[in-house]
C-alpha cells in the first residue's frame, strides 16, 4: 500500500473528500511512520550484512539501517561470535570476540521512512490494512471530545490489530521451542 493509497483510505475513514490526497500525505506520513515502527518493533524481522571490523569493534553507523537491537554475530564459518557494547555505549561501538576481519552481522532494523506518495512501508503487506488506523486516530487527536472519542476509537483498533502481529521466525528452531523461565 502506497502512501498515497494510505491517505485516500484514511481520508475515507474520516468522511472527508480523498479527490486530493496532496495536501495530506506530508502530515499523514509522519503518523504513518509512527505507525510503521511500531509494527516493525512487534514484527522483528532481521537484516544480514556483512562488516568489516577495525580492532575487532565496528560501529554500528556503517550498517545500511539504523537498528532496533543486534541478532547474532557470526564469522566467515557461521560460527556465532560473542559481541558486547564497551561501558560507553553511547558510541554505538560494537566489539566482537574474534581475530577475523569480516563478520557478518544479523539486526533488527527500523524501516526506511515513507515521504513520497509511491513509498510503501518495509513491513509485511498484510499489516498495511492497520497504518490507517493509526494515521486517522493520530489525525482526530485534536483535543475537541467528539474527536478525541473518534480518536481512541480507531487507536483502539490498531491496538487491536497491533496484538495479532506475531514476531517473524523465518523457520528457526529455536524460535519453536518452549521456554521455561521458571
Known amino acids: 500500500m502506497t502512501l498515497t493509497e494510505i491517505t485516500s483510505l484514511t481520508l475515507s475513514r474520516l468522511n472527508r473528500n480523498s479527490g486530493n490526497t496532496g495536501k495530506y500525505e506530508e502530515t499523514f506520513a509522519l503518523y504513518a511512520n509512527d505507525a510503521i515502527r511500531s509494527i516493525a518493533e512487534k514484527y522483528q524481522a532481521v ?19 539504523d537498528l532496533f537491537s543486534i541478532v547474532r554475530i557470526f564469522d566467515a564459518d557461521g560460527n556465532e561470535l560473542d559481541f558486547y557494547a564497551p561501558d560507553d555505549a553511547s558510541t554505538g561501538t560494537i566489539e566482537v570476540d574474534t581475530e577475523e576481519t569480516t563478520v557478518k552481522v544479523v539486526y533488527r ?19 498495511h490494512g492497520m497504518i490507517v488506523y493509526w494515521v486517522a486516530g493520530s489525525e482526530l ?11 481512541s476509537a ?16 523465518f523457520g528457526a528452531p529455536s524460535s519453536r521451542k518452549l521456554k521455561n523461565y521458571t
Open 109 to 127: 532494523s527500523v524501516p526506511t521512512s515513507i515521504k513520497n506518495s509511491q513509498d510503501e512501508p518495509e513491513i509485511p503487506e498484510r499489516y
Open 154 to 169: 480507531n487507536f483502539q483498533m490498531f491496538a487491536r490489530e497491533l496484538a495479532k502481529v506475531r514476531p517473524a521466525t
Open 47 to 65: 537484516r544480514a550484512e556483512t562488516v568489516t571490523l577495525s580492532n575487532a569493534s565496528f560501529n554500528v553507523s556503517v550498517l545500511e539501517r
Open 141 to 151: 487527536s485534536n483535543g475537541e471530545a467528539v474527536s478525541m472519542s473518534a480518536a
